[in-house]
């Protein structure tokens, strides 16, 4: 059971890091400084999508899974629990790459934003 519940953890974990890459921009909008923790996460995400790599939460959590006498899954954790809904033939290597630019497409525009703001504000002064 304690592996079963490490594996949810595990999972929730790469969910809100996901979450994180997506819209941390949003955070960054209202607390600028959150923007050293952001574009890290930003780079990652973008990286692991174009490249087609593997996030290693995923093996992570397929461990834990098996560990715990799950069955664990041999796909990406986007695949395996968003496929579905997103990409009902699976994740291709060309929707990742649309992924990867969707992500730097929002939060380039989002951090334009953001830089504009700034930059409109230090000129009030």
């Known amino acids: 059971m304690v592996w079963s519940i490490l594996a949810d953890a595990v999972l929730a974990l790469h969910g809100l890091f996901i979450a994180w890459v997506a819209l941390g921009a949003l955070a960054v909008w209202r607390w600028p400084r959150l923007a050293w923790l952001h574009l890290p996460a930003l780079a990652w995400g973008v990286w692991i999508e174009a490249s087609g790599g593997l996030c290693p939460l995923t093996p992570w959590e397929v461990a834990l899974r098996r560990a715990a006498g799950e069955e664990g899954y041999a796909t990406s954790f986007l695949d ?22 969707l992500l730097v497409l929002v939060n380039g525009a989002l951090y334009a934003g953001i830089v ?4 409109g504000r230090r000129r009030m002064r």
Request: cysteine-free.
């Open 80 to 101: 395996h629990y968003l496929g579905a809904l997103i990409y009902p033939q699976g994740l291709t290597r060309e929707a990742q790459w649309r992924l990867a630019a």
């Open 116 to 119: 504009r703001r700034a930059v």
